[in-house]
Nanobody, 127 residues
């Protein structure tokens, strides 16, 4: 079992930055692939970014490429999502997710591939 707790959400003006954190507990983080998803009001949950268990492979949704950066610190059992140049379209609840992975460079961009989810953190970008 893995427990995930997100933090770092809030209200920011368009063009600003936020860094989300996801603290994992229950099992060594270096054994699982992690990702970020988001869900805006009235919309389906969508993939944002993923990072392999080694941190050596990342994947991003086209809508955030060049603006967001995912990273992880396995020593702290924490993953991060640095969000820059935020737009009103980025407003959503952001969820951290994890799945145990045998592949050191494996990433996953579909929600159904993940077994564990955090409770979400709200990000609101004002225009």
């Amino acid at each position: 079992q893995v427990q995930l707790v997100e933090s770092g959400g809030g209200l920011v003006q368009a063009g600003g930055s936020l860094r989300l954190s996801c603290a994992a507990s229950g099992r060594t983080s270096s054994t699982y692939t992690m990702g970020w998803f988001r869900q805006a009001p009235g919309k389906e949950r969508e993939f944002v970014a993923a990072i392999s268990r080694s941190g050596g492979m990342t994947d991003y949704a086209d809508s955030v490429k060049g603006r967001f950066a995912i990273s992880r610190d396995n020593g702290k059992n924490t993953e991060y999502l640095q969000m820059n140049s935020l737009k009103s379209a980025d407003t959503a609840v952001y969820y951290c997710a994890a799945v145990f992975s045998a592949g050191v460079y494996y990433t996953a961009n579909r929600g159904l591939e993940y077994d564990y989810w955090g409770q979400g953190t709200q990000v609101t970008v004002s225009s």
